[in-house]
């Protein structure tokens, strides 16, 4: 569910639905930083489009 989230907050960026949230990247990084949404996400990034795992993976070196 969380990543659904972060994936309709990203495209609704992306297209100027919504304004950028600031620290968006940085709470991406911290998230994917804790040990289960990490697993989580290495398990269902391979049924996400390719821009918006490259958004995530982006994040998660973001500093």
């Known amino acids: 569910m969380v990543f659904q989230q972060m994936n309709s907050a ?10 950028k949230l600031e620290g968006l990247r940085r709470d991406i990084a911290q998230f994917l930083s804790l ?3 990490r697993e989580v996400w290495e398990k269902i990034k391979v049924f996400q489009n390719d821009e918006f795992v490259a958004f995530m993976e982006s994040c998660r070196s973001w500093k």
């Open 10 to 19: 990203y495209y609704a960026m992306r297209d100027q639905l919504v304004v």
């Open 35 to 37: 040990p289960v949404p």
